[in-house]
């Protein structure tokens, strides 16, 4: 269950202090990704369910309370305020599944301030991560140009429920399925696995192993034909399949050694014994790179299984993700820090055949161009229609299609990148100005 | 509460194809890592105690089991067999927070093979994300040479529960706090945590904003003063210090900008105030390459902050792990597939002045040896003393007390390599021999 201590202490502080001096003013902070990792041409947006959820259950139980008083040392007061906390603000977001670039809101956020900034920790925390991931994933569906993809990534994501985030994320840009079965069951996923090299292992002879299996799972079986050789593996498969009648979904993984000239050999012999039907399926390590170059030398590869290198997002295991405070009692403000300097008010993302433009919440929708961020949630309350993992992929698809050449490619890609609106320079450079003033700075 | 579907597909369809066959034989499995990322020169064990609660409470649900059939397939006498499984076997493992290398058995298992096989993916995703972790918490401590580190990487860890991972692995390694509530409360770590800029923006100016915060926190006020101008911060800060007539547990907190010269004037100029006793805090995206250079430097920082790329383990975000089968019905056995190839049998890992030396399990220990592995699980039951985290901080500075230079330099390390025992290299020998016969491989 999500918790109000899911958070960082100075959030509490923060809060605490904000409580005590009735400043319930109302703020709007925008979450956003300052920089894309080097690798990346785009993002894709993921991780907004579970914030509306957090949102809607965002409540400090009395344990918790009991908790922060003993010690922690908030005072009576501050626990009373905390104790009948709860978020009925609003949320505008870029829905699941949606392309997105550096500095564009994932989603912007107004409420009083106090629980506006207790709750920046999760949101941060979940959609980063699930962003990291969706964006790494895509890249995977590019590189398989149509194979099937499935996540075998549990054993090694950074913790249990990462796995369970990451066969969310996947299957949202189009991976067929995973090995995750509590991930299955959770998100109504398809689920995918076979044999292992210790099953193999256990069996006197890998032709017993073999037997043994596909007659426990006839019509669901994926010969693993490495653990002793691999040619003699599928010539082994080939054998069974005969002796016992399989006909239904059959295939043989390639689970290590040259994947390439493995595949071919492997499609030969299949082929050679009129075995055109088994698919052959590859895993061991591979990244989006691996299936590219696998897909590009025509390897006879039908579906790739992906694992830690996706879950983690190894080259690039994060997002530079920000929320930021740029509006407050109805002024907009922005940061000045040497290096994070952030534009100032609510916004919208306006997408339109030149590209992207971020603008003020309330300018004009431009001719010909779409807003990106929609309502989702109305005082505390959610609002507009149920959005599933099939319309997050529905919309990746759409928006990939669109997206150039330059933003797609796999190596060196060469984000676009968003473009102020005219409304939106000029206030930054008013209110610039003036929190300069402010803040006594020549 | 852990779930017994919290596993991949493959291991269900192999526990049920050797319930379904009655092979209930023990097996031993051996978790390990195979080799060390670029940049490590050694690991720090973490992550046993969660798979020990995990291994006690493993069962199946009625609602589990009615998932099984209904929706992947499992026919009665599968569910059947599921419903009564429970974990009843051994554990053997290397205690949290001591030192370990490459190819050295973490966690050996012994049970019979079905639920052997069943636990393989929780076991393999907690141990390798909580060893990763800690393993690069373990370089943060020896960048920062004995100055404070504190824990900021909850908003940006992959998922929420990574978060309460990373706390937890920190601390086991020395670091003194964190600034995750729930992590707090739930593993009894110190928690910290001061103010965010926007809590700054949120007052017409800087100096509104320090009193505000430090008349509602006056005994632990961090001031975080570069939200403008940085030099100016510091001085605000003595100001409002002054005027308040703050005297404990005061500081500053620099979060951008270029850290060394930034913390030597701002130090200059509180030591100008006569405010020796003000610490000065640094954070913002720092790793433990960069906490090096500023303490080699010489930079007057007294405590850092790390966040994000300690907590995700950037540059190297998991560990090549593996659980692989070693015994079987008491035939020790081991894998030849290409690159893949581990040695047989149940071990013991002895540590010596000589280094450290991978043996059967059963072999007697070497004069001046200390063996690694203690049973920490009997029948299904916790055996043995209950280990705190401060016991595991414990044999980590112990560890890393005795680990050689080369192995804990940070740029370039070069691990030291476990060597076979003589016993266990002949068995490997023989074994391979043997399954090769097996395998039909001339």
Redesign the interface.
Known sequence: MP?A??????????A???L??G?DQE?T?SLFVRRLPANRGFLVAAGLEPCLGFLEDFRFEEE?LE?LGS??GFDDATLEAFRSLRFEGDVWAVPEGRVVLADEPLLELTAP?AVA?LV???L???I??QT?IASKAARCVIAADGRDLVD?A??????????M?VARATAMVGFGAT????A??RYGLP?????????I??F???RDAFV??AT??PTRTTFLV????TV?GVRTAIEVIRELGLTEHLGIRL???DLDPLARQARRVLDEAGMHHVRIFASGGLDEMDVDRLVRAGAPIDAFGVG??VG???DA??VD?V???VE??GRP?L??????ATAPGRKQVFRGPGGDVIALRNEPIPEGHEPLLVPVMEGGRRTGPRRTLTTARHLFEADLARLPERARRLQTPDPPKARLSEALGELTGTIRAE??R????P
């Not at 402010?438 to 700075?441: F, I, L, P, Q, T």
């Open positions: 918790s201590l899911l958070t960082d202490l100075y959030e509490l502080n923060m605490a202090s904000y005590r001096r400043m703020a902070f918790e908790h010690r922690l301030i900034q920046e920790t999760y941060l925390n979940v980063t991560f990291t075998f549990f054993r090694r994501t950074q913790g249990v429920d990462a796995a985030a090995s995750n079965v509590e299955g069951r689920v995918a696995g076979t044999m292992a090299h210790s099953y292992e256990s006197p002879i890998e043994a299996f426990d799972f490495d653990t002793y050789d003699n689970d290590s050694g830690t290198r983690v997002s190894a295991p994060y993700s929320y930021k405070l407050y009692d403000v940061k000045l820090s040497a290096g994070k929190m300069l402010r803040a006594g700075v």
